[in-house]
């Protein structure tokens, strides 16, 4: 995703790479799936509705990839209970954001999967 500056000069925004986990681990029964957020919240780079939008992307990726048996291509002999996906933001977010977590952790409670959320400061 790109925009055009001033003076026809390219300025790359600010994105998740919403096509890859970021990490992944094993904790006894439970696949931990590590999604890093270093994209700042509040300084206009992204505008909070594209952030929002990539950040969805990026669950809704891994969600799929739990639930696909994705993982075994890492771990092949690892039946998991449960994940984890283990959000780290950089920055601190919204109160835009936090309603949408708060929805997704209520649309997948019961699914096996669950969302831990840390803010890294």
Known sequence: ???????????????????????????????????????????????EKDHLIQLQKKINNYIAFYESGQYKSIYPDYEPDSAVIDIHFKYAVTDNCKKFLNAVCSQISGSGIEIDIKQVI
């Open 1 to 47: 995703m790109s925009l055009f500056g001033l003076f026809g000069k390219k300025q790359e925004l600010p994105s998740l790479d919403t096509e890859k986990v970021d990490g992944m681990a094993q904790d006894g029964s439970k696949l931990i799936l590590l999604l890093t957020d270093a994209i700042p919240w509040k300084d206009g780079s992204l505008p």
